[in-house]
């Protein structure tokens, strides 16, 4: 089977002028044809998510007006305006709204769902999308609406602001990219207002982002994020986070969303594989965003030197949100709209530049956790997970059923570069189920088409192994397909496992059940709700590679390696050397320094092809 929303990396979408006008051509046919005598543009099937999507539509039509003076299109720009200002616009409170602080305020919002009282705790993001849209309606419009429109739209833009920021909870999902938004939202429509007001509005979104956003940032690998439904990233949301941030620049030239933008551009492109796969989020952990995160990947893949467009996203949304039968919907139509006024070119090399949470090179690529522990592994094609086993998640050593890898003291890293060859030394201090305190030093060694991982612990004693990953998905065209085995290789005897037992808290990677699905199950609140995170984090146990200690090794150790990717007979040889732990393989030559480090502590490592 293939997974569902992951498909093309997001850079192969051609961004010439030729090829957006293309896309807006298309609109502007299916729009017209759908076009209702009072103005509606909403696509038939529409349900949730609806507050925003006609008006949306209408400003596509309006850029689209802006750039080929189509003479079909200024009537169906009032008409659709008109009927977003008397039919989708909302000032009595939805019976069962939670959040707000003020009632019945008169203030106009959107309705996530039309109907009174139906799942009303979507009005907030809704509103948010509105006021987008209709800040987005006033820049594109110019000379298309009545005077009468104008003004009524920006009564309504600050009618939906006042809402936003005043009668309600600000960010009562504490969703990151929902009030990165709102702020965008404020900014944009501040240019459209009088001085005096202007700066008010402009001041409100700046504090709101400075004070409710900024100061809420949850650190995760190093890196301080905008929340997202309660956790520091979530890989579908994340990146759309991203375009609000390149807008907020975009519209105010305020440093603070440059730098913010690129501290999270560098996670993103940190913790995503070299093609273009992530997975993991407390809100989705594999329904990836699509046009939404263009402009962000976009924007700050220039501005970082980095490759972001290399993200997977979901091409049924390549251009614009769509329904089941492919028809346009306007739910984020604004995301199109930047995107096509911004010419930034995608940057399409990999940063050069060493990431203590990765180590890429060619078509391998490690993301590490912020314990400095793998937490996907791309090599040949194929993408492995940490497997799971008695609760307990990672890569490293097993013995009598402890995994250690989490470490319990400073985690250092050493990273080298030597011909075709890129390493990382990742020394951490562990402890036994019995408070024993080790050492472990992970090798990973790549020369763009494999990789070696070799791991050095002291003598463990028993029965140990080395728990080498979950086999998850691999390359298939435009596409990832889900796989339960992979090419991998040990110096020691090697084994693919899976769980014995069948049920909810264990999963089996030759079963059709994709990991987000089984870790909503294991989430505490319904699917869409849940953290998937945490629901997976209560996995018991996983199909594993089981890898058991390399032969010919010194006395006082157990060592550990294998190799993911094609290749001849392993067979490493490993020998105590004056500066510390030799490891030949058929590639390359490495000497492991003793854990204690140099003067300073610091790995050290040396390596030669």
Not at 72 to 82: F, G, K, M
Not at 426 to 443: E, N
Not at 472 to 485: F, K
Not at 532 to 558: N, R
Request: hydrophobic fraction near 40%; charged fraction near 25%; proline fraction near 7%.
């Amino acid at each position: 089977m293939r997974l569902p929303r992951q498909h093309g990396r997001l850079h192969d979408l051609p961004s010439d002028p030729a090829a957006y006008d293309t896309v807006l051509a298309s609109v502007t046919e299916e729009a017209l044809a759908r076009i209702t005598p009072e103005g509606n543009l909403e696509h038939p099937d529409a349900h949730d998510d609806i507050g925003d999507t006609s008006l949306g539509i209408t400003s596509l039509l309006a850029l689209a007006w802006q750039r080929t003076r189509d003479p079909r299109l200024p009537e169906a720009v009032r008409r659709s305006t008109e009927f977003h200002l008397r039919q989708r616009v909302y000032s009595e409170d939805n019976p069962g709204y939670p959040n707000l602080r003020v009632r019945d305020s008169g203030l106009a919002y959107a309705r996530y769902v039309r109907e009174d009282g139906v799942h009303p705790i979507g009005d907030w993001p809704s509103t948010v999308w509105a006021l987008l849209q209709t800040v987005n309606v006033l820049d594109t419009a110019e000379g298309l609406l009545t005077g009468e429109q104008r003004v009524e739209l920006l009564e309504l833009a600050c009618g939906y602001w006042r809402w936003l920021t005043g009668a309600t909870f600000f960010n009562p999902q504490e969703a990151g990219n929902q009030a990165i938004g709102c702020v965008v939202g404020g900014l944009m429509l501040a240019r459209h207002l009088q001085p005096a007001e202007a700066g008010t509005v402009r001041a409100r979104a700046m504090s709101l982002y400075l004070d409710e956003i900024r100061a809420h940032r949850v650190r995760d690998r190093g890196a301080l994020l905008p929340p997202e439904h309660r956790g520091a990233y979530d890989n579908n949301y994340g990146p759309i986070s991203l375009s609000f941030l390149a807008q907020a620049h975009r519209v105010s030239g305020e440093e603070v969303f440059a730098e913010d933008g690129e501290a999270l551009a560098r996670y993103l492109d940190a913790r995503l594989t070299g093609g273009g796969f992530d997975i993991g989020g407390p809100r989705y952990s594999e329904q990836h965003s699509a046009f939404e995160s263009v402009l962000g990947l976009r924007y700050f893949g220039h501005r970082v030197g980095a490759d972001l467009g290399r993200y997977r996203g979901d091409t049924r949304w390549a251009r614009h949100a769509v329904q089941a039968d492919g028809g346009i919907d306007g739910h984020f139509a604004f995301m199109l709209v930047w995107q096509i006024q911004d010419t930034t070119p995608w940057h399409r090399t990999p940063s050069p530049e060493p990431a203590r949470h990765q180590l890429r090179a060619g078509s391998v690529s490690v993301a590490f956790d912020d314990r400095l522990t793998p937490s996907l592994i791309e090599a040949a094609g194929s993408y492995l997970l940490p497997a799971a086993v008695n609760r307990q998640h990672g890569f490293g050593p097993v013995t009598d059923g402890f995994l250690m890898c989490r470490p319990m003291g400073e985690v250092r890293v050493r990273d080298l570069r030597t011909g075709t060859l890129s390493a990382k030394l990742v020394t951490k201090p562990v402890v036994t189920r019995d408070h024993v305190l080790r050492h472990v030093q992970s090798l990973y060694v790549t020369d763009g088409t494999r990789l070696w991982m070799t791991v050095a612990v002291e003598r463990l004693g028993g029965t140990p192994y080395l728990l080498a990953g979950l086999p998850y998905a691999a390359d298939d065209g435009d596409h990832l397909r889900r796989i339960a085995e992979a090419e991998v290789t040990s110096a020691g005897p090697l084994r693919l496992t899976h769980p014995p037992t069948q049920g909810p808290d264990f999963f089996d990677a030759r079963s059709e059940t994709t990991q987000e699905q089984a870790a909503f199950v294991l989430a505490a609140d319904p699917r869409g709700y849940g953290n998937p995170d945490e629901g997976w984090s209560h996995l018991v146990a996983s199909t594993a590679f089981e890898a058991d200690p390399a032969p010919g090794t010194p006395d006082d150790l157990d060592v550990f390696a294998v190799r993911y990717g094609p290749g001849d007979t392993f067979a490493p040889v490993f020998e105590r050397v004056l500066d510390g732990l030799a490891v030949r393989t058929e590639a390359f030559t490495a000497v492991i320094g003793d854990p204690a480090g140099d003067a300073r502590g610091e790995p050290v490592l040396t390596l030669r092809g």
